[in-house]
């Protein structure tokens, strides 16, 4: 099993640019999540989803867009990319048998000039 | 917010040391979790705690889920140089689904 998988893993965007990052996860885990991490504020919950169709808002989901039509697939959209998005990006699976034990792809690196 | 907080932020020992690091609030939380992140990589589960008062160990690291269900553990006893890296603490609130918060973390570096 490859995990959970994440690309690119840096990415440079202007001010006003869209662009998708892909996440991926071959366990067959109902629940995935993304997270934002910022310095010294640990992980910040962003969207997440509990299922193929469904999804949700986290703690910080403005500027984000998400969408899962796949249980493998939980891609997320920034529609227009500011500096306050400069972050690492992680997104995130789980059973709901073990719901708190998440494992999570190596992230992306997105900076926003 | 924030409402998970990790100290210390940061630590630097001498490789053979035991290495303490706690997380409060100032709510209740019906689970806590460990996690362990190396440097350009996701965080990694190291313990999760179910029950308040539980004791778990895994391998040189315990960790303890507090009695008053406000507060976690993590000891590591003998540090080794692979233990460099971000510890986080996690959270869920007993008044939420599963989601997690998560506190800021503590940078551990081991010199050799």
């Known amino acids: 099993n490859a995990g959970v998988t994440q690309t690119p893993k840096f990415q440079v965007l202007k001010t006003g640019q869209s662009m998708t990052l892909q996440c991926a996860q071959d366990?067959?885990?109902?629940?995935m999540s993304w997270y934002r991490q910022d310095p010294g504020m640990g992980l910040r919950l962003i969207h997440y989803s509990v299922g193929a169709g469904i999804t949700d808002q986290g703690e910080v989901p403005n500027g984000y867009n998400v969408s899962r039509s796949t249980t493998e697939d939980f891609p997320l959209r920034l529609l227009s990319a500011a500096p306050s998005q400069t972050s690492v990006y992680f997104c995130a699976s789980h059973t709901v048998l073990t719901p708190y034990e998440q494992y999570f792809g190596p992230g992306t690196r997105l900076t926003v000039t | 917010g924030q409402q998970l907080n990790q100290s210390p932020q940061s630590m630097f020992i001498q490789e053979g040391e035991d290495v303490s690091m706690n997380c409060t609030s100032s709510?209740?939380?019906?689970?806590w979790l460990w996690y362990k992140q190396d440097p350009g990589e996701g965080p990694v589960l190291l313990i999760a705690l179910y029950k308040a008062g539980e004791l778990t160990s895994n391998g040189r690291l315990t960790a303890q889920f507090g009695i008053t269900r406000k507060d976690s553990f993590l000891n590591i006893s003998a540090s080794i140089p692979s233990d460099v890296g971000i510890y986080f603490c996690a959270g869920q609130r007993m008044d939420s689904s599963y989601k997690l918060i998560f506190g800021s973390g503590t940078r551990l570096l081991v010199r050799p």
């Open positions: 709510s209740i939380f019906n689970t």
């Open positions: 366990m067959n885990h109902e629940y």
